[in-house]
């Protein structure tokens, strides 16, 4: 396999397959014609389905901004301040539903450093979020798309106090369906095209950790561990992620900025926990052929065309 | 026309949209928010201790009439070290070593447990037993002394103290008569410390108490008893007389160790009354930016009894000046002469 972009095939493939024939100068010899007759009957013939390239689009960011925590098993107070984070997404189509569904990688990690009101304890907070998502596209006008979808995933992250004995850490855990959304619109200002869109993802259901009350981790390493995964939807768990990006396509590269606003709260066990944070970010996204060992073709269709 | 129908349409949709965005930005935990202020910085105090702390009933503390108590003139207070007095003071009613108030220029404290009584503990003593060619293992100091009895001093259990070091220590005192391992005046430190120097002495796995938490935000609101074990160590054990020496200073994790040790099969407790505090501290803090620490999860013996208070030694002895005189530790000379004799 060779990856190639999406402005036409390469002939650089064919190389591995001509090895066994011989060249003589300029052009191909008869028998040169009839290897490469053969070999394309024989790719064309032995998978009956049609030949489709698969088109990736890929974007990976990195991004600073205000952070804030709440975890009421560490402390009664709000710590504020900054984080940092990567995002890395990657979309393709599918062939279900005739090539109208889209799936979705979606990797978020993220640290922050926060601090009390009065600037005497200091909390760092980090997780780790993978959704994985299926969404219908819709085109309903020109320009214009929207999709519809679901997402399965979680997140691992945890809250700790550098101050606390004995509760030092929250840990955060949960597995989870969501319920997710996206619009994409295209324009152009003057010459260069603008590609404008907006992600939210909303998990419905789920399951998510939590400890009880007052529990330490030292009884749950005593073995005391049972109750302390629940059932979690929107009467213990308020999460939410809005995702807004400006791409710019340019001639080597397309820039992505984004703005991304995360809100992670859960009332479980009476422990409350709120996470939120508003960061920009700014990376690179591409669009890129896998091409299959299938004869190519140029029958593709781009995400975001 | 068309041009009106579709403005009306992207209009609709996009005033639906920004509704939905406001609506997925809108928080649905209400977090506390205290003033900064006296009053303030005592009710958040007041109510972290009311929801957290797991002693109220077994000491028979009215928390609600303490509140009413020091709540006259809270708002008067306009020094912060006034204020700082009167948390401190409302918090010693709890009569609790895990209960303190920190700031930066004090820290809050109910020492009683030990002030009240004899110290049972003379450094100087100690130094006169270990001399100057002792060895040190971690957190360990030790020694054969010369009547062949082994003495171990372990003054933290915040200070480390490796599975190694113990094979070592162990294994110096293997043709001893016995050891003594002097845990006065140790006020406590890490549990797993506690756990892993106890493992030692078992012969097989042995019920040594019970820990309980906090379920809820009410007095009486407990989980049920979780068993706490000690597992017998795969290393190096050490299974000939052990004399284990105690003070009121004894605290924490300390009384956690010497509670363990007392279901050790060739195990004794010389020495006095240990302090208590078997309460597994958590924190918090105050809008003022003070960490206050606070007994959380209560730990009970293997029957079940609270051993907050302390525990008795199974012989009580008392530090003897006459002996002191003579550079002689009477509990430590207890200790021996009991070893001896076995």
């Known amino acids: 396999m060779k990856l190639r972009d999406n402005n036409g095939c390469s002939k650089n493939w064919l190389k591995p397959i001509f090895k066994g024939c011989k060249v003589h100068g300029a052009g191909y010899t008869v028998r040169e014609v009839r290897c490469a007759v053969l070999l394309c009957f024989l790719l064309c013939t032995v998978h009956r389905a049609p030949c489709t390239d698969r088109l990736i689009y890929q974007s990976t960011m990195a991004g600073i901004g205000s952070s804030s925590v709440y975890d009421s098993y560490l402390s009664p107070l709000e710590y504020k301040g900054y984080n940092f984070g990567l995002i890395y997404e990657e979309m393709s189509q599918t062939k279900i539903l005739k090539g109208n569904v889209f799936a979705q990688h979606l990797f978020q990690l993220e640290v922050s450093d926060t601090r009390n009101p009065a600037e005497t304890a200091e909390n760092y907070t980090g997780w780790l979020n993978y959704d994985y998502g299926l969404f219908y596209r819709f085109k309903p006008v020109q320009k214009f798309q929207f999709f519809a979808g679901v997402q399965a995933g979680g997140l691992l992250g945890f809250v700790y106090s550098l101050r606390n004995v004995n509760n030092p850490v929250s840990v955060k855990a949960y597995i989870n369906l969501n319920v997710s959304g996206m619009a994409v619109y295209s324009f152009q200002i003057k010459k260069q095209p603008v590609r404008l869109r907006y992600q939210v993802n909303v998990p419905a259901m789920g399951v998510l950790f939590s400890p009880h009350f007052g529990q330490s981790y030292y009884e749950i390493g005593l073995g005391d561990n049972a109750d302390l995964v629940y059932f979690a939807s929107f009467h213990n768990q308020w999460t939410v992620r809005n995702l807004l990006s400006v791409e710019l396509p340019f001639k080597t590269f397309t820039l992505r900025l984004a703005y991304l606003n995360n809100l992670y709260e859960t009332r479980q066990n009476q422990l409350q926990t709120h996470l939120s944070s508003s960061s920009f970010y700014i990376g690179l996204s591409k669009q890129f052929f896998i091409v299959s060992e299938r004869k190519p073709n140029n029958n593709f269709i781009n995400v975001f065309d | ?342």
């Not at chain 2, 809008?287 to 013996?301: D, E, K, L, Q, T």
Request: aromatic share 14%; net charge negative.
């Open chain 2, 1 to 342: 026309m068309f041009l009106t129908n579709h403005i009306n349409r992207y209009a609709v949709s996009g005033a639906r949209c920004t509704l939905l965005c406001t609506f997925l930005f809108f928080s649905c935990v209400e977090i506390d928010k205290y003033d900064n202020t006296a009053r303030g910085n005592f009710e958040a105090l007041w109510k972290i201790m009311d929801e957290h702390y797991c002693f109220f009933e077994y000491k028979q503390v009215d928390w609600d009439k303490i509140h009413a108590e020091y709540s006259q003139g809270i708002d008067t207070i306009t020094k912060v070290e006034s204020l700082f007095n009167v948390l401190d003071k409302m918090l010693q009613e709890l009569k609790d070593g895990h209960v303190n108030i920190t700031s930066s220029f004090n820290v809050g404290r109910y020492w009683k447990w030990f002030e009240d009584y004899p110290a049972n503990y003379k450094q100087e003593l100690i130094n006169a037993y270990l001399g100057t060619d002792y060895q040190i293992a971690g957190g360990m100091r030790y020694k054969i002394l010369d009547d062949n009895v082994g003495y171990m001093r372990y003054a933290d259990f915040s200070s480390s103290i490796g599975e190694t070091g113990l094979d070592y220590v162990l294994l110096k005192f293997r043709d001893c008569a016995g050891m003594i391992i002097d845990v006065r005046d140790n006020g406590g430190g890490m549990l797993s410390n506690s756990d892993r120097l106890a493992s030692r002495f078992f012969e097989e796995k042995t019920l040594v108490g019970y820990i309980q938490h906090k379920t809820g935000k009410g007095h009486n609101d407990f989980s049920e008893l979780t068993p706490q074990y000690i597992t017998p160590s795969l290393r190096v054990q050490y299974l000939k007389p052990v004399v284990v020496l105690t003070n009121r200073k004894c605290y924490s994790a300390t009384n956690d160790f010497v509670s363990a040790m007392t279901y050790a099969p060739h195990v004794t407790i010389v020495g006095d009354k240990t302090g208590g505090g078997s309460g597994l501290p958590f924190y918090s803090e105050i809008p003022i930016g003070w960490p206050v620490r606070f007994s959380a999860c209560p730990m009970y013996n293997a029957e079940k009894q609270q051993i907050e208070f302390g525990i008795e030694p199974d012989i009580p002895v008392g530090l003897s000046n006459e002996d002191a005189q003579k550079e002689k530790d009477t509990i430590i000379e207890a200790a021996r002469k009991l070893i001896i004799q076995h």
